[in-house]
């Protein structure tokens, strides 16, 4: 596989995840504490969680800010060790930018 595909590969599975958690709905307080073993719920499907409707305004930025956190932590690998991550990093945020259709824009 070439290095290209595995920059990409890396940007969309992390962006991919992060999406996922974007759609997680928050929990309260209470459901954190839980119930009684005897009001526990039992079943098929009692543990699902709702998950929320992304508009593509919302995907558009969470990519957007993926991008982002990309490039600004290649700004901040200066050291000649790290220049090949860095070097990764803005590969990465160039895929996300090719989604978005603004090439050099976070």
Same mark, same amino acid.
């Given at each position: 596989?070439?290095?290209? /595909?595995?920059?990409?590969?890396?940007?969309?599975?992390?962006?991919?995840? *992060?999406? /996922?958690?974007?759609?997680?709905?928050?929990?309260?307080?209470?459901? $954190?504490?839980?119930? *009684?073993?005897?009001?526990?719920?039992?079943?098929?499907?009692?543990?699902?969680?709702?998950?929320?409707?992304?508009? %593509?305004? /919302?995907?558009?930025?969470?990519?957007?800010? %993926?991008? &982002?956190?990309? $490039? %600004?932590?290649? &700004?901040?690998?200066?050291?000649?060790?790290?220049? /090949?991550?860095?070097?990764?990093?803005?590969?990465?945020?160039?895929?996300?930018?090719?989604?978005?259709?603004?090439?050099?824009? *976070?």
């Amino acid at each position: 596989m070439r290095a290209r /595909d595995k920059a990409a590969v890396s940007a969309l599975r992390a962006t991919l995840a *992060a999406l /996922d958690n974007a759609e997680a709905v928050p929990v309260g307080e209470a459901e $954190l504490r839980g119930l *009684a073993l005897e009001q526990s719920p039992v079943g098929v499907g009692t543990t699902e969680a709702a998950r929320r409707e992304l508009s %593509e305004s /919302d995907v558009v930025a969470v990519v957007r800010a %993926e991008a &982002a956190e990309r $490039l %600004e932590v290649s &700004a901040q690998l200066t050291a000649p060790a790290h220049a /090949d991550h860095a070097a990764r990093l803005r590969a990465e945020a160039a895929v996300l930018h090719r989604f978005l259709d603004t090439p050099g824009q *976070a």
